[in-house]
């Protein structure tokens, strides 16, 4: 517990009670580890799961002597980042020390960027609901990663209750950019929405440049998510905190909206909100205190004494301008010119993450409509009920175009191509065939299916009666029959068509 919350653990306040009584500010800073070959200041591999500490030298392990080299790819990537995030770019700019004492951080001190950014003031828009969120950017700064600590012989993986800690320097020295919001207001009851879609939209915008794999799962991007809340109407924002390491889309979205529920709760008991970090918890969906949050008084930065200044030509900058690729946004518009979607179509296909699936399906030779059906539905389901984003389902692209292509062919239903589906994500082989090995195919053999046809009307012949005498409606009963006689794998269409050629009516 925080020391100066209350004596006793505020109640959490429900998050639509807290929002009729406070206004929340968020803010977001996101880092992304650039997929550059080397290291930021050293020539070192930079690929991830390799053995500890194989993947280092005396330069980021700080050892004396030892100088850095800016990497320039990775000045490129972040100034090509800027411009798509509509920043200014700095013609000066120098590196800093941040200074401070971790386990994890060799040098006791990390090279940074302070008051002198190489991109700045910028801006990202947003939609959430129908609404465009304009996102302002404070400034995306260039930095070395830290290394990483694990904590051996406690339950959590944290820390305290651990019997012993272990360093794995790999990761120090890879190029970090930090993307880094200004306050974002006037979200109301969207703010984790809002949080969850600027993280999104960065995210989709790092993949579209190739400056990173932005793998969440990897840490290759990492959310800090700033939180305050004030009473409506009130004349300054709130004490903020900061939820540190947030590691997926969903969490981000849960970490601000529990921060808010958790604030409302402080406040509403009488106590005040600490300026702190704080740990998200994925199995609870809470936050947990970290530590009291150091003011830049407390890193004394100054100024790098080991790397020149940074000093882009306007001329290079214009020339990657010009090689941008097509940016998220743009390419939303065309393919939704290109599909004939609505604005709720393609805001249905954003908010589940699936646009680069349906996309690449299409690709592979489905129509957009059999493409969309199948990612918004039965696929979304999927991944909701796992937890994941409908990416990291074990089917492909190829493989959902595969399905299209039977349920066009008429050699499956769409019962038939859920069982597929589930077939092909339980490892069972491609469509075709988990088709083979289940015995799904629609059964199409004429004799088959009349003896089918027959068997039902012979079970019912009331309802046979019924449709002689005018109520073709009540076809629908008789085809029911025929679908549970073969499994679910009669064409319902044919099996209509026998069912009224045998009992003489035509509609």
Not at 201 to 209: G, H, N, P, V
Not at 244 to 257: D, I, Q, T
Not at 356 to 374: C, F, I, L, Q
Not at 451 to 465: L, Q, S
């Amino acid at each position: 517990m925080s020391g100066t919350e209350t004596l006793a653990t505020p109640a959490i306040v429900p998050y639509e009670k807290a929002l009729e009584t406070y206004e929340p500010v968020i803010g977001l800073e996101v880092h992304v580890e650039l997929g550059t070959a080397s290291k930021m200041f050293c020539g070192c591999p930079t690929a991830f799961g390799a053995e500890p500490n194989t993947q280092v030298c005396p330069t980021c392990l700080g050892l004396p002597g030892s100088l850095p080299v800016a990497n320039k790819k990775a000045i490129s990537s972040i100034i090509r980042l800027g411009l798509a995030l509509n920043c200014s770019i700095a013609s000066w700019c120098r590196f800093a020390r941040k200074n401070y004492f971790y386990p994890d951080m060799p040098k006791d001190f990390q090279i940074s960027q302070y008051d002198e950014p190489i991109c700045f003031e910028g801006h990202l828009d947003v939609e959430v609901e129908g609404r465009t969120f304009r996102i302002g950017i404070e400034r995306v700064h260039l930095e070395e990663d830290t290394g990483k600590s694990l904590h051996v012989g406690g339950a959590t993986g944290r820390i305290h209750g651990a019997s012993h800690s272990l360093v794995d320097y790999n990761r120090a020295g890879i190029p970090l950019v930090e993307v880094v919001t200004k306050p974002v207001t006037d979200t109301g009851s969207l703010a984790p929405e809002v949080a969850r879609a600027y993280v999104t939209e960065l995210r989709d915008i790092c993949r579209t440049l190739g400056i990173s794999d932005v793998r969440m799962e990897e840490g290759s991007l990492r959310c800090d998510a700033n939180v305050s809340i004030a009473p409506r109407g009130a004349s300054e924002w709130g004490t903020r905190s900061e939820t540190k390491n947030v590691n997926s889309l969903r969490s981000v979205e849960r970490a601000v909206r529990f921060e808010i529920s958790r604030q409302a709760g402080v406040l509403d008991a009488g106590g005040r909100v600490i300026q702190e970090t704080r740990h998200f918890q994925e199995d609870s969906g809470t936050t947990t205190p970290g530590r009291s949050k150091e003011t830049a008084e407390d890193y004394r930065y100054f100024p790098e004494p080991d790397l020149v200044p940074i000093a882009p030509a306007p001329e290079w900058v214009e020339e990657l301008r010009a090689a941008l690729p097509e940016l998220p946004t743009a390419r939303r518009k065309r393919l939704q010119a290109e599909w004939d979607l609505s604005d709720l179509d393609m805001q249905a296909l954003t908010g589940v993450g699936a646009l680069d699936s349906v996309e690449a399906t299409v690709a592979a030779g489905a129509s957009p409509e059999a493409a969309r059906k199948w990612w918004l539905g039965e696929l979304a389901r999927r991944a909701n009920e796992a937890g994941v984003e409908v990416a990291a389902l074990a089917i492909t692209p190829a493989q959902v175009a595969e399905v299209c292509a039977l349920v066009d062919a008429g050699k499956l239903n769409d019962k038939l191509a859920r069982q597929v589906i589930e077939g092909v994500l339980a490892g069972e082989g491609t469509p075709e065939q988990v088709v083979a090995a289940r015995g799904l195919e629609v059964v199409s053999d004429t004799g088959a299916l009349s003896a089918a046809v027959d068997a039902a009307i012979a079970a019912n012949a009331g309802v046979a009666d019924k449709i002689r005498g005018g109520k073709i409606q009540a076809v629908g009963a008789l085809v029911g029959a025929v679908m549970k006689e073969t499994r679910g794998q009669a064409d319902a269409a044919a099996a209509k068509a026998l069912i009224l050629e045998k009992l003489g009516v035509s509609e």
